[in-house]
Each structure stands twice: as structure tokens, then as C-alpha cells.
């Protein structure tokens, strides 16, 4: 929304599978949450699954031909994944644990854009009318699908919630004004700090003969996510 505009139009068909593909991950990511913390360790849950795909993103982007991160962009790298990963992540596991339903959890994130373009504006740069209208229409239309889904709330598990996005949104737009390296391998080096910061409270918190009670179903949604 306020990133440069690509020089060559997407092909359709490309665009509405993006769209899908949003649509069906969006509505089904804090479901399979909910379904793995039944029985699975929320840090746990969290770490195993960035350090495994920031290693395999690692992995993708070294075969394409990107270069390893430097010193400084590791560093960056490392304050972006410990908000966007390791905090925003791990805030939303964490109010679901604590009794936010789903529904509700989803619309919250919504929220993100908003904070990304009040972040935006206070820092100098133009938010164009369309932005802030794609903002409101997005946060609408979340709330409108999820009317259906289960919107329980605790109070503790409600200001976990919305510290989610802010976490979220201060990454996003952190990452625009830092040195990192190519998109691919920038994502997978911040999911895997991500990952190992919250393997380590993991192994502070958690016990690691819990993962020996997770439920098969659980795994099979861990896996999804």
C-alpha cells in the first residue's frame, strides 16, 4: 500500500491467486493457532516453527544467489524479527492462550495498516487519501467476516492483542529505513532470530517433555502454519 508501484502490471490470474491465497491463509492462520495451543507450548510452538522457516528461507535464498547477511544487516535484521517475529507473534499466541477468540484476534491484526500509516505520517513521509480509505475498508471488511467467529476476550488477553500490531506495524516500518539484504534472504534471516529468541524463553518457560504430550492433530496444524 505504500510501497513503490511495480513498473509491469501482475497478470490477472497472478493477482486473483495472490488475493486467494490471502484470503484463505487470513482466515484460517488463527484457527490452526487455536487448534496447536490446545495442547502444544505457545513459545515452543513459535520458535520451532521460525527457526525452521527462516533456515529453509536461508536456504532458498542462498540458491538463488543472495549473498549472507553482513554483521549490520544481521544486527537489523535482528531488531526487525524481534518485533515482528518474536514479539508480534509470539503477543498473538499468548492472547489466545489467555481466552481471545479467534474471530476477534483476526480483526484485531487488521488494525496493523492503520498503525504502519500513522507511523508513516509522523515520520515525514505523505499517506495518500486511498491509503487511509484502503485502511478503514480493510478493517470493515475484517470485521464483517468475522462475525461468525468466536470474539471471547480477557483483559489481559485483549492488551496482548493489540500490543500485537504495534510491535508489528513499529517493524514494518522500521525495516523500510535499515540496511537489510535481499527481500528473501531478509525475511529469513529475521524469522530465524525471531525463532531463536523465543526458543530460548521456550527453554526458560517450558519444559522441553512437554512437546512429548502434543497432540497429533496439533502437530498437523503446527505443520500448516
Same mark, same amino acid.
Given at each position: ?63 538463488? %544467489?543472495?549473498? @549472507?547477511?553482513? !554483521?549490520?544487516?544481521?544486527?537489523? *535484521?535482528?531488531?526487525? =524479527?524481534? /518485533?515482528?517475529? &518474536?514479539? #508480534? ?51 470493515? %471488511?475484517?470485521? @464483517?467476516?468475522? !462475525?461468525?467467529?468466536?470474539?471471547? *476476550?480477557?483483559?489481559? =488477553?485483549? /492488551?496482548?492483542? &493489540?500490543? #500485537? ?54 502437530? @498437523? ?5
Amino acid at each position: 500500500m505504500f510501497v513503490q508501484k511495480p513498473t509491469h502490471a501482475a497478470p490477472r490470474w497472478k493477482l486473483a491467486a495472490a488475493l486467494l491465497l490471502v484470503y484463505v491463509v487470513w482466515g484460517t492462520t488463527y484457527f490452526a493457532t487455536s487448534v496447536v495451543l490446545h495442547s502444544m507450548p505457545p513459545w515452543w510452538m513459535n520458535g520451532l516453527r521460525f527457526v525452521l522457516a527462516g533456515l529453509v528461507m536461508v536456504g532458498l535464498a542462498l540458491a538463488q %544467489g543472495q549473498a @549472507l547477511p553482513t !554483521l549490520r544487516q544481521w544486527r537489523n *535484521a535482528a531488531v526487525v =524479527g524481534g /518485533l515482528m517475529v &518474536f514479539l #508480534a507473534m509470539n503477543l498473538i499466541s499468548m492472547a489466545q492462550k489467555m481466552g481471545i477468540g479467534s474471530g476477534l484476534m483476526a480483526t484485531v491484526v487488521t488494525t496493523m495498516p492503520m498503525w504502519l500509516a500513522l507511523w508513516t505520517r509522523w515520520g515525514g513521509e505523505r499517506v495518500p487519501r486511498t491509503g487511509w480509505v484502503g485502511v478503514v475498508l480493510g478493517v470493515m %471488511g475484517a470485521l @464483517l467476516l468475522s !462475525l461468525e467467529g468466536d470474539f471471547s *476476550a480477557t483483559w489481559m =488477553g485483549a /492488551l496482548l492483542a &493489540f500490543a #500485537a500490531p504495534l510491535c508489528w506495524s513499529v517493524g514494518s516500518y522500521a525495516s523500510r529505513r535499515m540496511d537489510l539484504p535481499a527481500p528473501a534472504m531478509a525475511a529469513g534471516a529475521q524469522w530465524l532470530v525471531g525463532g531463536v529468541l523465543a526458543v530460548l524463553v521456550a527453554l526458560w518457560r517450558e519444559p522441553v517433555a512437554l512437546l512429548g504430550q502434543v497432540e497429533p492433530q496439533a502437530w @498437523l496444524a503446527w505443520g500448516y502454519l
